[in-house]
C-alpha cells in the first residue's frame, strides 16, 4: 500500500514474528491482530506488579495479591455439601498457601506437582483457612524467559482459546524489540511538546513493558490520544469547513404554517421541544448549512420537531426531504407526515422502490418542477435520478447507518441543504461526539405528559403459557401484540445484525419467528389473526402485513427485529420478545418503544434463557429503567463499541485502543487540540499532518477526500 502509515515496516504480517506459526497467526486473527502494527496496538488489558511478590506467609484476606511459588501438592476435591474444585498448595520461601479453582476439572491436567506458577486473585477466608480464591495463573516451564514474566512490571493481554498468556507475552516482547522503533511519529512535534506526551517509540515500549505504572499510563494516555485524535480530525475538518466555507439557503421563516400546524395538535409542545425547536430556528436562519443531530429517546416527539423544520423551510419557498432506513419505515413516515401536513396544505410524495412505474414517473416530475414540497423515502431519494428544484432540507431517521462519508455525501445535493439528522437510540456524550463529532446537537431530554407507563417484566420459558395466556386476554379486549424472536427461521440468521451474530451460541435452541407462527397460528393462537415480518421478505409483502397490522386486521405480529425501528401502532399493548437475552439492551429499549403509544396500559415480557448470571442481570437492568440513556450505557459497556456501530462499515471509525465512555477525558482533550490544528490548517495540507491524514483515512476506510463537504 502506498500510504505513508504503510511505509514503517508495521504492516508486516504477524507470521514473520519469531514464535508465530500457522496456528498462532489464525489465534492472533480472532483477536483481530493480523500485522505487527495490530499486535502492537493490543494493549495490555492490565499489568502485575511482579517486581515482588506477595509473601504467601503473609496473606490476609480481603487482597488481591500477585505470589508465586511451587506446587507441593494438588487434587480435586468432593466436598460432602456443594461443588467440586481443583486445590493446589503453593509453597515459596515463606510459607505455604491454598488456591482453589472452581468448575476446571481440566486444571488436573495443566497444574501438577513440582510445576512452578504465578497467580493473581483474591484472599477469601473459608471457616479458618486463606484460601486464593479462583486466580488467574501462568505456569512457568520456562526458565530461562523468568526475566520477562517475572521480575518486572508485566503485562496482562486479551487472550483466545488455546493462546496462552505467556505466549502471548512473548509474542509481544519479540514486536517490541524488533519493531517498535520503525514506528513514524504521526503527532506533530509542537503538539507533543505542547501536551507532554511521550513519542510514539517510547510509548509502543512502556505501555506493553513499562518501567513503572506512571509510564505506562502516560504511554497508554498517548496512543488513545493519537487515536481520537485522527477520529476527531475527519469529523472537526468537515465541520469548520462546512461552517468557514459553504453557503446554504437562509431559512427565516415568518412561521405562520408552524403555527397553523401547531395549533391543530391536542397538544402541547413540551419545553424540550420548544427548546430545541428554537435552536434549530436559528441554524436554519443561517445563510450557512445547518447539519445537526436531534437525539431523543423514542417517543420523545422528535417527528413533530421534524415537522416544524420542514413546514419553516417550505414556507422560505424550499422542498423537503425525509429519509428512512427501510421501506417500511418510509411508509410510515410518510403516513404520519400526510396525517400532519396535508391539513395545513402541504403537498407531499411517498417514493418507494415497487411503485408503479407511472405513479413513480408523476411524483419525480411534481419534485422536479417543486409541485411537490415534501417528499418521503429510503435514502434511494437522494439517488441522482431523483431531481429537486430546490431542496432545502433533508431530515434523515436513521439507526447508525450513516458514516461521516455518507452524510458528506448529501450535502452534496442542490444547494447546500440544511441537513437534520434524528437518532432514537441515546447515546452517551462522548460517544456522540466519537460518531457524530461533525454535527451540532439537539436533545430531547423530556417526555410528553400523560404517557403510558409501560409495565416491564423478564420470565423464564415455562412462564411463557401464562405470557401467552395474557396476550389472548389482551386481544380479548380489542388489543393488538407484537412476539419477537431473534431468527427468521431456524437455518438462517441473516435478519440479525453483527452484534448478534456474536451473541448467538449454539447452546440454547433458538426459536424462529418462521416456525412459531406456523406453530402457535394452529395452536397457542388458533383463535387470533396472526401476521408474520421479517426482513427476507419482498417489500411488498412487508407493506401489506404492516398495512393490516396498523388497521387492526392482523390482533398478533410475529416478527423479528424488523418491527424495532419507528413502528407506530397506539393500539398495541404487548411486546413479547423471546430469547431476550440474544438481543442488546438498546435494541430491547427500542422494542419496548413499540408499545405504551396510546391510551391503554402496556406491557413487554422478557423471556430469557440467560447462561450466566451477568447475562440475567442484564436483562433485569430493563425491569429496572426506561431511562435509554442509562440502557445505552450498559450496553455499551458490555458489548463493547465496534459492536454498536458495525464494523466494517466505511464511515465510521474503526477504534483498536481508545474508549470513548472509558477514556471521556482524552476524547475531550483529542477533540480540542483537532479544533486547534484544523483552524490553523482546514485541510492539514502542511506535510507535518500528513501521517495523521494517513491514519485517519485508515480508521474510517475513507474513500473519498480528506476533507469532503459538497
Ligand atoms: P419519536 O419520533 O421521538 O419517537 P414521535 O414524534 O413519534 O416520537 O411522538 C410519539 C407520540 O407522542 C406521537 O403519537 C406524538 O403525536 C405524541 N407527541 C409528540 N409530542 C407530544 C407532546 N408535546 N405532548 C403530547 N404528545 C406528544
Ligand atoms: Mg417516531
Redesign the pocket.
Known amino acids: 500500500m502506498a500510504d505513508a502509515a504503510y511505509r514503517d515496516g508495521l504492516e508486516t504480517p504477524v507470521r514473520y514474528l519469531k514464535g508465530v506459526g500457522e496456528v498462532r497467526a489464525a489465534q492472533l486473527e480472532r483477536l483481530d491482530i493480523r500485522t505487527v502494527g495490530d499486535l502492537l496496538l493490543t494493549l495490555p488489558r492490565r499489568y502485575e506488579d511482579r517486581r515482588q511478590f506477595q509473601r504467601l506467609a503473609d496473606l490476609r484476606a480481603g487482597e488481591t495479591v500477585t505470589a508465586r511459588g511451587t506446587i507441593m501438592a494438588c487434587d480435586w476435591v468432593r466436598p460432602r455439601f456443594g461443588k467440586g474444585y481443583f486445590e493446589a498448595l503453593l509453597q515459596d520461601e515463606s510459607g505455604v498457601a491454598r488456591c482453589r479453582w472452581f468448575n476446571m476439572p481440566y486444571l488436573q491436567d495443566t497444574l501438577k506437582v513440582g510445576a512452578f506458577i504465578v497467580v493473581f486473585g483474591k484472599v477469601v477466608r473459608f471457616r479458618n483457612l486463606l484460601v486464593i480464591q479462583h486466580p488467574e495463573f501462568e505456569t512457568g516451564n520456562d526458565d530461562q524467559e523468568e526475566s520477562l514474566h517475572v521480575g518486572r512490571i508485566v503485562p496482562i493481554y486479551p487472550l483466545t482459546e488455546s493462546l496462552p498468556q505467556r505466549t502471548m507475552r512473548r509474542i509481544a516482547w519479540n514486536a517490541v524489540q524488533l519493531f517498535a522503533e520503525k514506528a513514524a511519529e504521526s503527532l506533530p512535534a509542537e503538539s507533543l511538546r505542547r501536551l507532554g506526551l511521550p513519542g510514539i517509540v517510547e510509548a509502543l515500549r512502556q505501555v506493553h513493558f513499562p518501567d513503572d505504572p506512571d509510564r505506562a499510563r502516560r504511554a497508554r494516555y498517548r496512543l488513545v490520544f493519537e487515536e481520537f485524535l485522527c477520529v476527531q480530525l475527519v469529523l472537526v475538518a468537515r465541520k469548520v469547513h462546512a461552517e468557514q466555507f459553504l453557503v446554504g439557503t437562509a431559512h427565516a421563516a415568518p412561521g405562520h404554517v408552524r403555527r397553523r400546524f401547531l395549533s391543530s ?1 391536542p ?4 419545553a424540550a ?1 420548544q427548546r430545541v425547536l428554537k435552536e434549530i430556528a436559528a441554524d436554519m436562519e443561517k445563510p450557512r448549512p445547518m447539519h445537526r443531530l436531534l437525539q ?9 420537531v421534524a415537522a416544524c423544520a420542514l413546514l419553516d423551510a417550505i414556507e422560505c419557498g424550499s422542498q423537503g426531504a425525509v429519509m428512512a432506513p427501510t421501506e417500511i419505515l418510509a411508509t410510515q413516515h410518510a403516513r ?1 407526515f400526510a396525517r400532519y401536513l396535508e391539513p395545513v396544505g402541504i403537498r407531499m410524495a411517498l417514493l418507494t422502490s415497487d411503485m408503479p412505474a407511472a405513479e413513480r414517473a408523476r411524483a419525480l416530475e411534481g419534485i422536479r418542477k417543486g409541485d411537490i414540497q415534501l417528499a418521503v423515502g429510503t435514502h434511494a431519494i437522494i439517488e441522482d435520478r431523483v431531481v429537486f428544484r430546490k431542496l432545502g432540507l433533508i431530515v434523515i431517521d436513521e439507526q447508525h447507518k450513516f458514516g461521516v462519508e455518507q452524510r458528506g455525501a448529501l450535502y452534496g445535493k442542490g444547494e447546500q441543504p440544511d441537513v437534520l439528522v ?1 437518532t ?1 437510540t441515546p447515546i452517551p456524550r462522548t460517544l456522540a461526539m466519537t460518531i457524530y463529532g461533525d454535527l451540532d446537537v439537539s436533545i ?1 431530554d423530556e417526555m ?4 403510558q407507563e409501560i409495565v416491564t417484566r423478564v420470565i423464564r420459558e415455562d412462564q411463557l403459557e401464562a405470557a401467552y395466556d395474557f396476550i389472548r386476554k389482551q386481544v380479548a379486549q380489542g388489543r393488538q401484540a407484537y412476539l419477537v424472536y431473534p431468527l427468521v427461521s431456524a437455518e438462517t440468521i441473516a435478519d440479525v445484525p453483527v452484534a448478534q451474530v456474536e451473541l448467538l451460541k449454539p447452546d440454547v435452541e433458538l426459536r424462529a419467528a418462521e416456525d412459531m407462527y406456523r406453530k402457535l397460528k394452529d395452536r397457542e393462537f388458533a383463535r387470533e389473526r396472526l401476521g408474520l415480518l421479517h426482513g427476507q421478505m419482498r417489500s411488498a409483502d412487508k407493506d401489506e402485513v404492516m398495512r393490516r397490522f396498523v388497521h387492526g386486521e392482523i390482533d398478533i405480529l410475529v416478527a423479528t427485529t424488523v418491527v424495532e425501528v ?1 413502528i ?1 401502532v ?1 393500539n398495541a399493548t404487548v411486546m413479547l420478545v423471546e430469547n431476550a437475552e440474544r438481543f442488546g439492551l438498546a435494541q430491547l429499549h427500542q422494542l419496548r ?1 413499540r408499545i405504551g ?1 396510546g391510551s391503554h396500559k402496556s406491557f413487554c415480557v422478557l423471556q430469557g434463557t440467560p447462561t450466566t448470571p451477568e447475562s440475567w442481570r442484564r436483562l433485569k437492568v430493563m425491569e429496572e429503567t426506561v431511562d435509554g440513556f442509562r440502557i445505552a450505557e450498559e450496553d455499551l459497556r458490555i458489548r463493547g463499541m465496534g459492536n454498536l456501530l458495525g464494523r466494517e462499515q466505511s464511515g465510521f471509525p474503526t477504534l483498536r485502543v481508545g474508549d470513548p465512555l472509558g477514556d471521556s477525558d482524552i476524547l475531550l482533550a483529542a477533540r480540542q487540540e483537532a479544533f486547534h490544528i484544523v483552524q490553523g490548517d482546514p485541510k492539514l495540507q502542511d506535510p507535518q499532518y500528513e501521517l495523521l491524514r494517513a491514519r485517519a483515512r485508515a480508521l474510517y476506510k475513507l474513500v473519498g477526500p480528506f476533507v469532503k463537504v459538497g
Open positions: 395538535l397538544f402541547e409542545l413540551t421541544q431523543g429517546d423514542v417517543g420523545s416527539g422528535k417527528t413533530v404520519t434524528m432514537a430531547l410528553p405528559k400523560g404517557r419507528g407506530d397506539p418503544g403509544r
